[in-house]
């Protein structure tokens, strides 16, 4: 959970006061910390909890004199945990290969996402078991004879929901390198590619509710993501040369044309597939990853190499 928060109370006498209280048994389990002092008017600490199956890093707190005889507290989230990957052994295990195409890569995508949703819940806990231990700091120092009047009857505020633009790059990232380390030959093996199953991967690999190919007026979206603060568009396109590349930003600006009057759209997401040896979509595009502006609107390009190289027989032996 973000927040900051102002006290009325010296900083030495808060910092002394968070390092004797913050140690200790929280709800969530032993917390531990490291302090670091940044400068004299201000220490850092990185929270982590130890227990049976830890769950490490809870965030950290910021502390900093903010004027004589007052103070900030600033907490930041847990980092995302990565999701973990299948070994090629799990993965050969699984015999993906006995079944046609499409069944093929709906067991695939069944299979992978398991994998993000372990670690979509792993943060959950971890800021579930970070508010606790606020909560569990707020008390001590609201009992505290040095904290009491500037902590007592204060509670942290509720927690922020997490970032939906943020939580889909960080999908995104992993997405992108599933693919192009473990899933691209699944999405060539049987000829071109084809845009359905790379979309059909991205569907199943988001872990909010998605709807493919939403009518809109002009068009068609190829996943739109409905959540309580907006939605998510993502279009997925092969790359077959610079027109479907322009055709594929064309269909992001329909929607932002005709669906977006309420402005609800948080973000819009363009992932293209390169199947070219040459890497011919980096080259026009000029990075793996950038930004450009469809109709105004700031548009994230990410582009999934299709054709990576293959290990040198020579750099193995």
Same mark, same amino acid.
């Given at each position: ?21 913050? @140690?200790?048994?929280? +709800?969530?389990?032993? %917390? !531990?910390?490291? $302090?670091?002092? /940044?400068?004299?008017?201000?220490? &850092?600490? =990185? ?92 008390s001590r120092l609201s009992n ?12 942290? @505020?509720?927690?922020? +929901?997490?970032?939906? %633009? !943020?939580?889909? $790059?960080?999908? /995104?990232?992993?997405?992108?390198? &599933?693919? =192009? ?14 845009e359905k199953f790379l979309r ?17 007026r002009g068009g068609r979206s ?77 548009? !994230?390009?990410?582009?999934?190499? /299709? ?11």
């Amino acid at each position: 959970m973000h927040f900051e928060l102002l006290a009325d109370i010296d900083f030495d006498i808060l910092d002394a006061a968070v390092n004797e209280c913050l @140690p200790g048994y929280a +709800p969530a389990g032993w %917390v !531990e910390f490291t $302090r670091r002092e /940044l400068t004299p008017a201000s220490t &850092l600490y =990185e929270m982590y909890l130890l227990r049976e199956g830890d769950l490490g890093d809870l965030g950290q707190l910021f502390i900093r004199k903010a004027a004589p005889s007052k103070s900030i507290m600033y907490f930041t989230d847990p980092k995302r945990p990565l999701a973990s990957r299948p070994s090629q052994e799990e993965w050969n295990d699984q015999h993906f290969a006995q079944y046609p195409r499409e069944e093929r890569f709906r067991r695939q995508l069944d299979f992978l996402a398991k994998f993000q949703k372990e670690a979509d819940d792993l943060h959950e806990r971890r800021r579930e078991h970070q508010r606790n231990i606020i909560l569990a700091l707020f008390s001590r120092l609201s009992n505290d004879s040095a904290t009491e009047q500037a902590f007592s009857g204060r509670q942290p @505020p509720d927690p922020t +929901p997490r970032d939906p %633009v !943020e939580d889909a $790059r960080v999908h /995104l990232e992993e997405f992108v390198s &599933l693919i =192009e380390r473990q899933l691209h030959t699944d999405l060539t093996e049987d000829g071109p590619p084809q845009e359905k199953f790379l979309r059909g991967y991205l569907q199943a690999f988001l872990p909010s509710r998605s709807y493919r190919e939403v009518p809109v007026r002009g068009g068609r979206s190829d996943i739109l993501v409905h959540l309580p603060q907006g939605r998510l568009l993502f279009e997925t396109k092969i790359w077959r040369g610079e027109s479907s590349y322009n055709g594929g930003l064309a269909e992001i600006s329909e929607y932002i044309h005709g669906e977006n009057s309420d402005r609800g759209l948080l973000a819009a997401f363009y992932l293209l597939g390169d199947p070219t040896p040459s890497h011919s979509a980096t080259k026009h595009i000029g990075a793996k990853r950038t930004l450009v502006r469809v109709a105004g609107f700031p548009t !994230e390009v990410y582009i999934i190499d /299709l054709s990576p190289p293959t290990p040198s027989a020579k750099g193995s032996a």
